[in-house]
């Protein structure tokens, strides 16, 4: 049973649309994260966050934001979409220490369409 | 930056047969993860390894973190058809401070044939 949340799954939109992708944990996990994902490729991680009010760069560049005001929440906004942003969006918790801190749990994904 | 290469890129075989695919890094290791991920799917943890050397199974799969720490092998017997997917390898150096972030390998896409 999945205990983060994506939504939406699927999104087709127009160009220059704003769009927040929502995310959601219910395992008290401090970090979070945002991988972006080509069908079949490898995970590129462009924010993460310690906690509340933490918010960093990952290792690939990314128009988009993000903000962490409560524990459980950490959503991903793209104020004006692009074709170039279309990919598969994923986001990930973990605990903050001990062997917790390394292991991944990961949302099913947000796919989305720029056309 | 620390790289993960994965290998084979992608295997087809026959259900029933064993399964073996591998991980190398540029840089040691100090955690290897495997990741399932199905189509359409977000990556599932397979396994964990923390210590070099750590020899772990689940079920049918079986993980090794690398005596160099550079490199982890998984296997998969007698495959059936739902082991079809994507495998990820995943680790996390020694220099990672508080960040715990993990690099990710290419992925070995399997394909399991009646």
């Known amino acids: 049973e999945a205990d983060i949340y994506q939504t939406p799954r699927y999104l087709v939109i127009g160009t220059g649309k704003k769009i927040t992708l929502e995310c959601s944990q219910t395992m008290g996990h401090d970090k979070m994260y945002w991988y972006q994902q080509d069908p079949g490729m490898e995970l590129h991680l462009i924010h993460y966050?310690?906690?509340?009010?933490?918010?960093e760069k990952g290792d690939l560049s990314s128009e988009s934001t993000v903000s962490r005001i409560r524990t459980e929440h950490f959503p991903l906004t793209l104020e004006s979409a692009r074709p170039s942003h279309t990919s598969q969006y994923l986001c990930?918790?973990?605990?903050?220490?001990?062997?917790?801190?390394?292991?991944?749990?990961f949302g099913a994904g947000s796919r989305l369409t720029v056309l | 930056g620390q790289q993960l290469n994965q290998s084979p890129q992608s295997m087809f075989i026959q259900e029933g047969e064993d399964v073996s695919m591998n991980c190398t890094s540029s840089?040691?290791?100090?955690?290897w993860l495997w990741y399932k991920q199905d189509p359409g799917e977000g990556p599932v943890l397979l396994i964990a390894l923390y210590k070099a050397g750590e020899l772990t199974s689940n079920g049918r799969l079986t993980a090794q973190f690398g005596i160099t720490r550079k490199d982890s092998f998984l296997n998969i017997s007698a495959s059936i058809p739902s082991d079809v997917g994507i495998y990820f390898c995943?680790?996390?150096?020694?220099?990672?401070?508080?960040?715990?972030?993990?690099?990710f390998g290419t992925g070995t896409r399997l394909q399991v044939t009646l």
């Open positions: 995943a680790g996390r150096g020694p220099l990672g401070g508080t960040a715990s972030k993990l690099t």
């Open positions: 990930a918790s973990s605990e903050y220490s001990g062997s917790g801190a390394n292991v991944l749990t």
């Open positions: 840089s040691i290791f100090n955690t």
């Open positions: 966050s310690y906690g509340v009010n933490s918010t």
